[in-house]
Structures are given as structure tokens and as C-alpha cells.
């Protein structure tokens, strides 16, 4: 457990268990909100589920932010080749930018210097350019656009940060 201290109170950084697959769902689909029918291709976090969310929870593992006991935030990260992939990064609009979501990706960038793999990747939409200035300002570099299926120019891009 990691616990900051900011004007909203004690952050504190938990891993995430199976059994809170329901409150990941929940906050997911409550972050995500504000992107449903603005987003095109729609997100993927829309059609997340608790079985989705188990699988996920299972393949690599979660982070759970948590302000006065209370959930705030979290995130899916799973290994993927020599990288720790960061995803579904989903903060609770009430509770945006108090340093959650950072608090969540510095946890996920200390497990992977745990686990000996060489950075952390994430997908960030290229319809949200203020994400991508975010994770700039945070060390991340473009490493790769992408295109999702029957669409002619890239829709996502990779960032990578390597330690």
C-alpha cells in the first residue's frame, strides 16, 4: 500500500483483488462516462464486464485508489513482451486531477522496476491530445500509431517509458 498525502486527503494505492472486480466495473464505467458517443471507435471500456474485468484481473493484475476509504480510481496493468502494460485508467470525475491518477501510474511504474521489466506502455486515444501532453510531461514517448479496423488513419497511439 502507498498512501499521499493531498487537499483532498490520504491517497492510498492498493492492489486490486478479485473480489473488487464489481467496483472497478463501477468506476470504469462511471470515468468513462463523459467519452460514450464522443469517442469514435467508441471505447472499449464500455462493453467491460465483471467476467472481462476478472480476466484482466487475472492476466496481470490492478490498482485501486482509494481516498477516505473510498474508491477513487484504478487501473489494469498486465506483462506484455518486456514491458508492464498500463490500461483502463479510470478516475472518478469528483476526484480528477488531485494527483490519483498519477499516484496509480507511479505504483504501476514501482511494480515494474520490481519485476525487472525494461518500462511501462499504455494506449492513449489520439482524440485526447491533453492525454498524451499528460504522459509526456510524465516521461512517456510515442512508440507507435495505431488504427482499429475500418478506419484509413490512426486512431491510438502507444507510449512507452523506458527506465
Known amino acids: 500500500m502507498v498512501a499521499k498525502l493531498n487537499n483532498i486527503g490520504q491517497i492510498t494505492i492498493r492492489d486490486a483483488q478479485l473480489q473488487d472486480a464489481t467496483t ?45 476509504g473510498e474508491p477513487a480510481g484504478f487501473a489494469f496493468y498486465e506483462p506484455v513482451k518486456e514491458l508492464l502494460y498500463f490500461g483502463r485508467l479510470s478516475v472518478l470525475p469528483g476526484f480528477r486531477n488531485q494527483g490519483i491518477g498519477a499516484a496509480l501510474l507511479e505504483h504501476v511504474e514501482a511494480r515494474a522496476r520490481q519485476t525487472g521489466v525494461a518500462g511501462v506502455r499504455l494506449g492513449v486515444r489520439v482524440q485526447l491530445p491533453h492525454l498524451i501532453a499528460r504522459y509526456e510531461r510524465l516521461g512517456y514517448r510515442i512508440t507507435k500509431r495505431m488504427t482499429h479496423k475500418g478506419y484509413a488513419e490512426p486512431t491510438y497511439i502507444f507510449m512507452e517509458k523506458r527506465f
Open 24 to 68: 472497478i466495473l463501477g468506476l470504469m464505467l462511471a470515468a468513462f462516462a463523459e467519452y460514450d458517443g464522443v469517442l469514435d471507435p467508441p471505447s472499449g471500456a464500455h462493453d467491460e464486464t465483471i467476467r472481462t474485468v476478472r480476466q484482466k484481473l487475472k492476466r496481470g493484475g490492478g490498482v485501486i485508489a482509494e481516498v477516505g
